[in-house]
């Protein structure tokens, strides 16, 4: 068997169905640091970390037989996200690693996934404002 000089571009070795997933997950991936950073108060670093498990997570998710539509699965990732932040938060609180404050334990106590609904509506009123130009 002879194996060519030049490697096989990534490209072309890429599946599609991981293009997509990584797509999808590229996309939503703004809105997924906002809510571990700025509603969950994940430091940078932290945030980073846990989006490497989510992207993990979704790839795994999206390959379950059965699976609907890669975007169509998007709300799943988001519920996934304010899940993996509540829990992360949970334990560095319940460690002593980090104070808490009252929205933090608001938040903690809270459902992940009534709290990425909200998230999700508060963020696409944000794309109705008129734009200051």
């Not at 990584?22 to 571990?36: K, M, N, P, R």
Request: charge should be negative; hydrophobic fraction near 40%.
């Amino acid at each position: 068997m002879e194996i060519p000089d030049e490697p096989t571009p990534a490209a072309q070795k890429e599946d599609p169905f991981e293009r997509q997933v990584q797509t999808v997950f590229q996309e939503t991936l703004g809105l997924i640091h906002i809510a571990l950073v700025a509603h969950y108060g994940l430091g940078e670093l932290e945030a980073i970390e846990l989006e490497k498990d989510l992207y993990v997570w979704f790839v795994r998710f999206c390959s379950r037989p059965g699976s609907s539509s890669i975007r169509d699965l998007r709300p799943f990732l988001v519920v996934a996200c304010c899940q993996f932040g509540r829990e992360y938060q949970k334990y560095v609180v319940g460690a002593g690693i980090r104070e808490s404050d009252d929205r933090i334990k608001k938040l903690l106590d809270s459902d992940p996934g009534d709290v990425a609904r909200d998230f999700s509506k508060s963020l696409e009123l944000l794309k109705f404002r008129p734009h200051d130009v």
